[in-house]
C-alpha cells in the first residue's frame, strides 16, 4: 500500500511513519511533505492508495487540499486525518468530506494499528474505486455525455456538499439545463437521485460497521443527522437499529 504522509511536523511525521513501518511490511511511504499544496500536487502525480494528512498546515490546510482533490475527481486516493483534540471541529468537518478515519494526537501504536487493519480490509469509505462498487455510468449507459460526467462526479464526491448549481457550473451548463437533462435521462431529479445514492453508501457503512453510528451521517454527505435519519427511514422504511439487526 503507497501512503503519502502530510505533516509540516517533521518529528510527528517521522514518527507516524516508522509506527506504519514496524506494523506491516506492505506499507511503502512514498512520500513526505509540510504543505497541502504540494502534497496536492503529489497525490495527482503518483496517486497513493492513502494519504495521512493533518489539518492546520501552511499554505493549503489539510481540508482544502483534500476539497481540491476532490474537485479534480476520478482520484481513488483514501485519506486519513490526523488531528489535535481541539482541532475536532475541522476534523467534523472532514468527516462531511467523506474521511471516516482520523487519528488524534499525540499517536500510537494501538490506534495507528487498528486504522491500518481497516485500511487493508477495505472497510474505509474512498472517494472513489469502493471495494464492489459498480461504475454509475454502466447503469445509464445512453445518457447525455454531461450527465455521464455528471455521474462520475457523483460516485467520487458524493460525501461533499454537491448542490445541483455547483454542479451545473463544473460542467459548464445553467442549473436548469442541467436538470433538464439530468431528469430526462435518469428518471428523476437531482436531488433525489443524490439522496438515495448516499443512503445506499450508509447502508453499506452500516452492514459493515465500518464507522460508528454517530459519523455515518456526515460520512455520506449529510450536514443535519436528524435529516439523514428521516431520510434513512423513507428510503428503508426501517429506521438505523432496525436496519442494522437485518444485517445480523
Not at 142 to 161: E, F, N, R, V
Amino acid at each position: 500500500m503507497r501512503i503519502i504522509i502530510v505533516e509540516d511536523e517533521k518529528r510527528s511525521s517521522r514518527g507516524l511513519k516508522n509506527l506504519l513501518l514496524s506494523i506491516s511490511g506492505e506499507c511503502e511511504v512514498v512520500a513526505e511533505v509540510s504543505d497541502g499544496q504540494k502534497a496536492f500536487e503529489l497525490i495527482l502525480c503518483l496517486q497513493p492508495d492513502v494519504v495521512f494528512t493533518d489539518i492546520k498546515m501552511p499554505i493549503m490546510d489539510g481540508i482544502s487540499m483534500i476539497k481540491a482533490v476532490q474537485a479534480r475527481g476520478g482520484v481513488k486516493t483514501r485519506f486519513v486525518i490526523i488531528s489535535a483534540y481541539e482541532e475536532f471541529e475541522l476534523a467534523r468537518q472532514a468527516i462531511s468530506l467523506g474521511v471516516v478515519e482520523y487519528l488524534v494526537k499525540p499517536l500510537t501504536l494501538e490506534d495507528v494499528e487498528a486504522v491500518w487493519k481497516r485500511l487493508q480490509e477495505g472497510e474505509t469509505a474512498a472517494f472513489c474505486g469502493e471495494k464492489g462498487q459498480t461504475d454509475l455510468k454502466s447503469q445509464y449507459p445512453d445518457a447525455h455525455p454531461l450527465i455521464l460526467k455528471a455521474l462520475d462526479i457523483i460516485q467520487c464526491s458524493y460525501a461533499t456538499k454537491l448542490s445541483q448549481k455547483d454542479l451545473a457550473e463544473n460542467l459548464g451548463i445553467s442549473a436548469e439545463y442541467f436538470s433538464f437533462l439530468f431528469s430526462r435521462d435518469i428518471g428523476e431529479n437531482y436531488a433525489k437521485f443524490l439522496r438515495r445514492y448516499r443512503i445506499e453508501k450508509a447502508k453499506i457503512l452500516i452492514s459493515t460497521d465500518a464507522v460508528p453510528k454517530d459519523q455515518i451521517p456526515y460520512s455520506v454527505g449529510f450536514s443535519d443527522p436528524k435529516y439523514f435519519y428521516r431520510c434513512f427511514k423513507e428510503e428503508t422504511g426501517v429506521n438505523m437499529t432496525e436496519y442494522r439487526k437485518t444485517k445480523r
